[in-house]
């Protein structure tokens, strides 16, 4: 199956989802340049990482939002967003064997629209626009050594499910993310899917 296939197949966990998921694959089937920045609203992935027993999530430091968040990046053309999320948590964290957790069609465990405020990147002015935002999640043993990305990041440590919403700036993000992907992490580990 492609990636529209696998977001129709997803099955949305609440209302934001099911909002989300139609703008996805509104965008997925008329906007042939989603995969690419150029974009208004163009694709994303996230790698949310855990430990095998689901109680620590992998997080960095993310410069421009000035806050510890999750780990993820642009699709830059790419329409395998497991293999791009793969790819970024190696560049942004030094883990470079993840196992990615079944956790449903092609593999996705959420599914969001993230709003990004313009701002400055690499001394380039970036305009307001969406991510389409698909979630994998992995597992990844907390004693692989980690390193920071410093175009990127200034800090990447495992922290207890719970510690994120002390450690976010982004109350949105712990509201509609976190909140959410914890709850799955749990539910994928009391299936003993993570193990």
Same mark, same amino acid.
């Given at each position: 199956?492609? =990636?529209?296939?696998?977001?129709?197949?997803?099955?949305?966990?609440?209302?934001?989802?099911?909002? +989300? $998921?139609?703008?996805? =694959?509104?965008?997925?089937?008329? +906007?042939?340049?989603?995969? +690419?920045?150029?974009?208004? @609203?163009? =694709?994303?992935?996230?790698? %949310?990482?855990?430990?095998?027993?689901?109680?620590?999530?992998?997080?960095?430091?993310?410069?421009?939002?000035?806050?510890?968040? %999750?780990?993820?990046?642009?699709?830059?053309?790419? &329409?395998?967003?497991? @293999?791009?999320?793969?790819?970024? =948590?190696? !560049? !942004?964290?030094?883990?470079? $064997?993840?196992?990615?957790?079944?956790?449903? @069609?092609?593999?996705?465990?959420?599914?969001?629209?993230?709003?990004?405020?313009?701002?400055?990147?690499?001394?380039?002015?970036?305009?307001?626009?969406?991510?389409?935002?698909?979630?994998?999640?992995?597992?990844?043993?907390?004693?692989?050594?980690?390193?920071?990305?410093?175009?990127?990041?200034?800090?990447?440590?495992?922290?207890?499910? +719970?510690?994120?919403?002390? &450690?976010?700036?982004?109350?949105?993000?712990? !509201?509609?993310?976190?909140?959410?992907?914890?709850?799955?992490?749990?539910?994928?580990?009391?299936?003993? &899917?993570?193990?």
């Amino acid at each position: 199956m492609g =990636l529209a296939e696998d977001v129709m197949a997803y099955q949305p966990v609440n209302e934001q989802e099911h909002v +989300d $998921r139609e703008l996805i =694959l509104g965008c997925l089937a008329h +906007d042939p340049h989603v995969a +690419d920045r150029s974009s208004l @609203a163009h =694709l994303t992935t996230s790698a %949310w990482t855990v430990d095998a027993a689901g109680e620590r999530v992998l997080l960095c430091y993310h410069n421009i939002y000035d806050s510890w968040s %999750w780990v993820g990046g642009h699709a830059d053309g790419e &329409l395998d967003l497991a @293999a791009v999320a793969a790819r970024e =948590l190696a !560049e !942004e964290t030094g883990v470079t $064997r993840a196992r990615l957790v079944d956790a449903g @069609a092609g593999g996705i465990a959420s599914l969001e629209v993230l709003t990004v405020d313009g701002h400055v990147k690499r001394g380039h002015y970036v305009g307001s626009h969406l991510h389409l935002n698909v979630t994998y999640l992995f597992v990844a043993d907390p004693s692989l050594a980690l390193r920071k990305k410093p175009d990127e990041n200034s800090g990447v440590r495992w922290v207890a499910l +719970d510690e994120i919403f002390a &450690l976010s700036s982004e109350p949105w993000m712990c !509201e509609r993310v976190y909140e959410k992907l914890i709850a799955r992490t749990r539910e994928l580990r009391d299936a003993g &899917l993570l193990g």
